[in-house]
T-cell receptor
Framework: QKEVEQDPGPLSVPEGAIVSLNCTYS??????FMWYRQYSRKGPELLMY????GNKEDGRFTAQVDKSSKYISLFIRDSQPSDSATYLC?????????????FGAGTQVVVTP | GAVVSQHPSRVICKSGTSVKIECRSL??????MFWYRQFPKQSLMLMAT?????????EQGVEKDKFLINHASLTLSTLTVTSAHPEDSSFYIC???????????FGPGTRLLVL
């Protein structure tokens, strides 16, 4: 079983809809949680970073972490065709001194006009 | 802020040649840099962790003599694919740890095609 599980999609939504993405994990030592957006043939871009449980909002993006359920989410409001990309969740074990990240498989999102 | 560059963005080479890829943190100093490999429609696969001034730490299954990593300064790490073969063709991405945070910022990636 992978440490981080993420549905690869594709997830297709109409423009203006809310995109809901999530990841589950098994390692209770994960304390730092990130969401990256990756366009085709580009490097990942950091979207959101949260520490431990709670919510964080940045513009149209909201990240949620529920450590008791080992579940994190990313919501994109008022989705645009430019949001079409692959979204990767990433997590860091607080005991890992190197700072290595564990990634989900990535969910491909398609926002149709 | 937090910009990471990679050079070259794309390289085509003949089998048996060596290829060097540079990764630079442009506006911050990175004690730790990471090298990843990504196959089409797959997630990132960590190859090695690079710390400034010390030897890189390779993940299991990654040949250290094949993929030479040098982290000579706080802003530059290089990956050299030695005696490249077609199976080394892939998308190589570096990242740098941003000081004071637990995040990594990624470069734009280098697409390697070995003929």
């Amino acid at each position: 079983q992978k440490e981080v599980e993420q549905d690869p999609g594709p997830l297709s939504v109409p423009e203006g809809a809310i995109v809901s993405l999530n990841c589950t994990y098994s390692n209770s030592a994960f304390q730092y949680f990130m969401w990256y957006r990756q366009y085709s043939r580009k490097g990942p871009e950091l979207l959101m970073y949260t520490y431990s449980s709670g919510n964080k909002e940045d513009g149209r993006f909201t990240a949620q972490v529920d450590k008791s359920s080992k579940y994190i989410s990313l919501f994109i409001r008022d989705s645009q065709p430019s949001d079409s990309a692959t979204y990767l969740c990433a997590m860091r074990d607080s005991t890992d001194s190197w700072g290595k990240l564990q990634f989900g498989a990535g969910t491909q999102v398609v926002v149709t006009p | 802020g937090a910009v990471v560059s990679q050079h070259p963005s794309r390289v085509i080479c003949k089998s048996g040649t060596s290829v060097k890829i540079e990764c630079r943190s442009l506006d911050f100093q990175a004690t730790t840099m990471f090298w990843y490999r990504q196959f089409p429609k797959q997630s990132l696969m960590l190859m090695a962790t690079s710390n400034e001034g010390s030897k890189a730490t390779y993940e299991q299954g990654v040949e250290k003599d094949k993929f030479l990593i040098n982290h000579a300064s706080l802003t530059l790490s290089t990956l050299t694919v030695t005696s490249a073969h077609p199976e080394d063709s892939s998308f190589y991405i570096c990242s740098a740890s941003f000081p004071g945070t637990e995040t990594q910022y990624f470069g734009p990636g280098t697409r390697l095609l070995v003929l």
